[in-house]
């Protein structure tokens, strides 16, 4: 059975945006989720659902699916990251090599594709897609409503001013539906209150 603490040397030394404090939280919020399923827009080579599996797998609804919104098309990053079709081999092994296959879909659809037809209620949403302001944007547009009532929604890189992310942050927090919960490394964390 994988377990965490063994696991965390392994999980830290995957090419990956998570600095290790983020993976310690993101692994927390996982094991936390009461209800509803995990989604993840941008999922690079697994290592944030892999994170997150280990989570799923060590706490209290072992079942809790996390689906990985990820076209593995050609992308450049805000911060010039090269992605692509090459990244989806890895990601399998990802998977496979940490026991979470059987939790883990690969949608391998883009995020705003993926969203008009999804009808899953989400308990955990973390977004780490596109960073520019449309790109995020459109994420938050088109994933919050999913989000259940007490659900948590993470963004990655929402301290980097040379990216959209702040200023969605800003205006997620301004619709008075999320209230901020704490958060670590670069990211920013809100529970939907209503
Ligand atoms: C920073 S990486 C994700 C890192 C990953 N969460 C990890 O833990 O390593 C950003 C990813 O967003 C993906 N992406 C870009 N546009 C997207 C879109 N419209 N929908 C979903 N994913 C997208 C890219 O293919 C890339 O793999």
């Not at 989806?88 to 026991?99: A, H, I, L, S």
């Amino acid at each position: 059975v994988p377990n965490f603490s063994d696991r965390r040397d392994a999980l830290n030394s995957l090419t990956g945006g998570l600095r290790p404090e983020e993976v310690e939280y993101l692994y927390g919020r996982a094991q936390q989720v009461a209800a509803g399923v995990i989604v993840e827009i941008g999922s690079f080579r697994g290592k944030s659902a892999a994170t997150m599996a280990l989570g799923v797998m060590d706490g209290p609804r072992p079942e809790t699916r996390i689906f990985c919104v990820e076209p593995h098309e050609h992308f450049r990053g805000v911060f010039g990251g090269i992605f692509g079709p090459q990244d989806r081999g890895p990601f399998y092994e990802t998977m496979v090599r940490f026991g979470c296959s059987h939790l883990v879909s690969l949608v391998g659809i883009k995020s705003e594709v993926a969203a008009a037809g999804w009808r899953e209620p989400i308990g955990l949403l973390f977004i780490d897609g596109d960073h520019t302001y449309p790109g995020v944007k459109k994420d938050a547009e088109l994933w919050l409503p999913k989000l259940l009532v007490g659900g948590l929604v993470v963004f990655d890189d929402a301290t980097h001013a040379r990216c959209g992310v702040p200023q969605v942050v800003k205006e997620v927090e301004e619709t008075g539906a999320y209230e901020s919960v704490q958060a670590t490394g670069t990211m920013a964390a809100f529970r939907r209150i209503r």
